[in-house]
């Protein structure tokens, strides 16, 4: 198991302290023969559980005897250990305690069920005839066993399963149930972000599609590809291949990236002036997304290459750029791409502050807020991502790693998502739903 | 170690987890998981006359330590 994330969730399996039984080898000093009594002591001594068992009364010597019977039936010891080869030892060829055990319930027609503190070794056919006498030892030493009646009746209620995965069978036998409750587990509170989205991914970008002169040292140029694969004609399926020289140095990243949005999240975009601009944007493309301030969902495909120019128009530039660098297929990795470019070049920076950053969302869902309520006491809701985070200006996005070195290191202070949960109009603060609002 | 836990149920009824350890009787709070204690008892026999009934329990915790001590045969 690898830890991965800050908080991981960890299973921590137990057993019983019967099932420990399996690990143990049957030992003893001498192979005596032994009382059946004896030999279940020393079996529930080595589970270092157990204060009592239980036997039913139900095996007799007499019709209609109420006597124990378990310190009147004997058996070797020798009967736990198999035949032995050459070289061999007792170690090497005794049963496991837990061999023993079954063996024993098997003669005897009980079953041993671990509760609690005790061991009860049941007889169903009693039960089914109201026999519910049993006799009660102690694991730890000779007392003479006291005579007790033990019974449970339950009638299954609807309230005592919930759905969400809880199977419940029963069989023609009364104690063939199973029932395993699973009653908080909501896998996914909010909608995948990823689900039915809406690609408004231009099919024209006047600043990369200006025909480059020979080679290109600085800025970038790009061309437009129409998927073929999916979605009637009446779908939008542009993509957008960009190639930029972040830093101009020589060799560029190759980009390939469409634009989405989602029916149940929505994108804030907002202008210069920090006006809310999300329903006029229709559509974007990648210089939009240069000077945008806000949110959008994004596939991209990013590979850092070597520089080659060869071509009389962009897409043919494009197309062998990407042959030059062996590449013949795109895969695209889902985003959600935050924007909040700085600087003061044209047009004029509309950097929100982190000081405002509590008045211009980026992104929101657009549920129906009638579904039912969850959380409540120990309820631990988690928002887990994985999160990049660069400060390069103007060249939204992932860039390559070549180019984040110690600036894609996240400082203090920036590259944080601020949350809320809010259900109508409460609010949840970690542990409960209030009317007062709380971030995290 | 001393771990402890605890969940309610549909009734909120609330249920305690402890986890004792052999590392010193400090206690420490956990925050259990989504399916914070599941039993089981083995039914993997179609018929009801098996010899024994074994049963095993999951843990579900959250933590952001590491917890060897709990890893344990006599935790």
């Given amino acids: 198991m690898g830890f991965v994330e800050e908080r991981e969730e960890v299973e921590i399996e137990c057993i019983d302290a019967l099932s420990t039984l399996q690990y143990i080898k049957y030992s003893t000093q001498s192979k005596d023969i032994v009382s059946f009594l004896y030999l279940i002591r020393k079996l529930l001594q080595n589970c270092n559980a157990y204060k009592n068992f239980y036997v039913s009364n139900n095996i007799q010597f007499q019709k209609n005897g109420t006597a124990t019977v378990l310190d009147k039936l004997y058996i070797s010891e020798e009967n736990f250990f198999d035949k032995k080869e050459d070289n061999e030892v007792d170690e090497d060829v005794a049963w496991t305690m837990q061999e023993v055990l079954e063996e024993i319930c098997q003669y005897l027609g009980l079953t041993a069920v671990a509760d609690g503190d005790s061991v009860y070794f049941l007889d169903y056919d009693a039960i089914r005839h109201g026999r519910n006498s049993y006799y009660k030892y102690s694991v730890d030493d000779d007392s003479a066993p006291t005579l007790e009646t033990i019974s449970f009746s339950k009638t299954i209620k609807a309230e005592d399963y919930s759905e969400s995965g809880a199977t419940l069978s029963l069989d023609n036998v009364y104690n063939k149930v199973s029932v395993q409750a699973d009653l908080y587990t909501f896998d996914s509170v909010l909608p995948d972000l990823f689900s039915n989205l809406q690609n408004i991914t231009k099919d024209y970008d006047e600043q990369i599609t200006i025909p480059q002169q020979t080679g290109f040292d600085t800025g970038m140029y790009g061309t437009f590809v129409k998927s073929k694969i999916g979605g009637d004609n009446s779908d939008n399926t542009n993509a957008i291949g960009v190639v930029v020289k972040p830093m101009e140095v020589k060799d560029p990243d190759i980009i390939v990236v469409k634009y989405y949005n989602s029916p149940a999240y929505r994108f804030f975009k907002y202008d210069s002036n920090g006006r809310d601009i999300t329903d006029s944007v229709k559509g974007l493309n990648y210089t939009d997304t240069m000077f945008m301030c806000g949110a959008t969902a994004a596939k991209f495909f990013v590979k850092r290459g070597k520089d080659f120019y060869l071509g009389n128009s962009n897409s043919e530039i494009f197309d062998n750029l990407l042959s030059f660098n062996d590449v013949n297929k795109i895969d695209f990795t889902n985003y959600i791409m935050f924007i909040n470019p700085f600087g003061s070049t044209t047009p004029v920076s509309n950097h929100i502050p982190n000081s405002a950053i509590t008045q211009y969302p980026f992104l929101e869902t657009t549920m129906n807020d009638t579904a039912l309520v969850f959380g409540g006491e120990n309820s631990y809701i988690v928002i887990s991502g994985s999160i990049m985070f660069h400060e390069f200006n103007y060249y939204p996005y992932p860039v390559s790693k070549y180019w984040l070195g110690n600036s894609g290191t996240m400082r203090a202070g920036e590259g944080y998502l601020l949350c809320k949960l809010k259900w109508n109009n409460l609010f949840w603060n970690g542990t409960k739903w209030t009317e007062s609002e709380s971030t995290f | ?75």
């Fill in chain 2, 1 to 75: 170690m001393i771990y402890s836990g605890s969940f309610a149920d549909i009734n909120n009824k609330v249920y305690k987890v402890t986890i004792t350890t052999n590392s010193g009787n400090q206690t420490k709070t956990v925050t259990l998981g989504g399916k914070p204690f599941v039993t089981e008892m083995d039914s993997d026999d179609k018929v009801i006359y098996c010899p024994v009934k074994y049963q095993t329990a999951t843990v579900s915790i959250i933590t952001p330590d590491y917890n060897f001590d709990i890893y344990s045969p006599k935790a």
